[in-house]
Each structure stands twice: as structure tokens, then as C-alpha cells.
């Protein structure tokens, strides 16, 4: 079944299996997500499970995306979001995300911002419908982050022609029936450092890390001339973690063509621009040329897709 086939399906289901005939404008992949805009969120409302038993019956993620002619104007989206969150949240800024419909609520106690089963989330959807998304409050302000999270709001029609990109690849049609499985070591086997595997299908290669020796000069990079590296071939990168040795070379994937997506968690893709940052700097200072540059740190952040733990 091809991307095409796949949305009309999806939008038969909607129609005909579900009570969102009316309340759906448009469907729309973005990454490994199937975006539903929505111009009617009563249903949602009303029943909080209704978005995981559509996602089961789908077997896809599915995140709610608000039909941009519903949003309140922010002031007042803000103003009715305080309303409805206690203020034992500490709720410590609230960011708009006009591009995806999506408000960025920043507090300390993210669990009373959701509420029980999702209460403050859905009223918050319904009052405003701007779709909520909750961070904590980090103990420490960091200028770094700040900046980070930041530059994340920018750029956002290029992340979302992205997004697009990924999820068309994703779901694109299957190329045949075989069934088998190759896994190759570009660096890491036998050594410390430059972690980085490659598994292939017949139907899509993804690498496992990616990341350097920082202890050796000749041995420092994976194996990425060979064949089966060709990075115009490679569907995705998962990160583990971040540590060096598994995600220091990612960002100069960019650098050589790759224009696919990377996968890690949201914790993982802060740390592995901190110690991107961190390395440039590094390497600087002791007259090195570093294997990649700011533009590839800004690739890296258009295409990274975050996923929470044990999604990835």
C-alpha cells in the first residue's frame, strides 16, 4: 500500500468507523506520526481515550493537530490556560507554536498540568484549541538550552517540508516479500569508539549511532565509504545515547548529502548538541579541524524527531 492509499484508508475509517466525520479537516504525515487536523475537538474532549483507540485501530502514532481558522488569539489562549492549570503547576513560561497549532507549556510540575487522565489537557484543547505539549521546568537555566529551544520554534515551515519527506518514505509502498536481515559494523567492533551499525532489509537501511574516537587521529570515523553507507540510501539514524563515541560524527552525515531523519530521545538530542558545541570548541582550541560545523549542527535540528523513551 502506498503513502496515497494509506491516507485515503485512514480518512475511510475516519469517516465511516469513527464519530470524527465531521471534525477532521485534513490528514497529513508528518514523520512517523499521522496528523489529524481537527476543526471540532468536542469528540476529543468528551472522551480522553479516543485518540489511543484510533491510534490502536490505526496501529499508527497519531498526534492532533488544530484546523489553523480555531485558534484563539494567544493573549487570551494564555489567559484561559491559567485558568484551567493549578497554580501548584508553577507554570514558568508558555510558548505558541502558530506553524503546528501547538502551545509549549513550561512548568515545574508537568503531571498537574496534564491533570488525572488528561482533564487539564483536554479542557485546555477545548477552550483554546491550541494543542498543549508540557516540559519541565529545568532546576537550572541554561543559556544554551534556552537558545536551543529557541531555535526549534524557527524554521518551522522547513521542519514541517521535512516532516512531510520522512513520513512518505515511511510509508512508502513495500518493495516485495523477501525476508532477511544485515548487520554492518561500520566502527565500534573490537574497539572503543566510532560506534556505528548498519542494519539493512529489503526494504529500508537504518544506522545504529554514530560517533567517533576522540582518542585517535587515523581510526577516528566509521567506515562510511563503503558500499553499503551510501547515505543517499539510508532511510533513518537512531541514537542510543549520547555520549561521543555513538553520536559525535552524526551531524557530518549532513555535511556529505544525508537528508534523512535522526531518532533519539529528547533528552539524547539537548545533550548531543551540547557536546556538539563543546567539541567544535574543543577542537579549536587545540588546532583541529572538526568534522563538522554550525550549518550541519542546524541540519541536525530541522531533522531530529523526538520520541520518548522506549518508543525510539
Not at 245 to 258: I, P, Q, R, W
Request: proline fraction near 6%; include cysteine; charge should be neutral.
Amino acid at each position: 500500500m502506498s503513502a496515497e492509499e494509506m491516507l485515503k484508508e485512514i480518512k475511510r475509517i475516519l469517516k465511516d468507523e469513527t464519530p470524527l466525520a465531521g471534525a477532521i479537516s485534513k490528514v497529513e504525515l508528518e514523520g512517523p506520526f499521522i496528523a489529524l487536523y481537527c476543526k471540532d475537538f468536542n469528540a476529543f474532549v468528551e472522551d480522553g481515550n479516543l485518540v489511543k483507540d484510533l491510534a490502536r485501530r490505526l496501529r499508527k502514532r497519531i498526534i492532533l493537530r488544530p484546523d489553523p481558522e480555531l485558534l484563539t488569539d494567544p493573549k487570551v489562549a494564555e489567559e484561559e490556560i491559567r485558568k484551567v492549570v493549578p497554580p501548584e503547576a508553577e507554570i514558568s513560561r508558555i510558548t505558541f507554536n502558530e506553524e503546528l497549532g501547538e502551545v509549549i507549556i513550561e512548568a515545574a510540575k508537568p503531571g498537574m498540568v496534564v491533570g488525572k487522565e488528561g482533564i487539564f489537557f483536554r479542557e485546555i484543547l477545548g477552550r483554546t484549541h491550541w494543542a498543549p505539549r508540557v516540559v519541565r521546568t529545568p532546576p537550572l537555566r541554561s543559556a544554551f538550552v534556552e537558545s536551543l529551544r529557541q531555535s526549534l520554534l524557527t524554521n518551522l515551515s522547513d521542519r514541517r517540508n521535512i516532516l512531510k519527506k520522512v513520513g512518505r518514505r515511511i510509508y512508502r509502498e513495500k518493495l516485495g516479500k523477501q525476508d532477511w536481515t544485515r548487520l554492518t559494523f561500520l566502527g565500534g567492533a573490537r574497539e572503543v569508539g566510532r560506534s556505528a551499525i548498519m542494519l539493512q532489509t529489503p526494504e529500508s537501511r537504518v544506522l545504529l549511532d554514530c560517533g567517533v574516537n576522540v582518542a585517535s587521529d587515523e581510526r577516528a570515523y566509521p567506515h562510511l565509504e563503503i558500499p553499503e553507507a551510501s547515505l543517499s540510501q539510508v532511510d533513518a539514524v537512531v541514537l542510543s545515547h549520547a555520549h561521543l563515541d555513538h553520536s559525535g560524527f552524526v551531524m557530518t552525515l549532513y555535511k556529505y548529502g544525508y537528508e534523512g531523519p535522526v531518532y533519539c530521545t529528547p533528552p539524547t538530542r539537548d545533550l548531543v548538541l551540547l557536546l556538539a558545541a563543546d567539541y567544535l570548541k574543543v577542537s579549536e582550541e587545540q588546532g583541529k579541524t572538526p568534522p563538522f560545523g554550525r550549518e550541519e549542527m542546524k541540519a541536525f535540528m530541522k531533522h531530529c524527531i523526538t520520541l520518548d523513551y522506549e518508543n525510539v
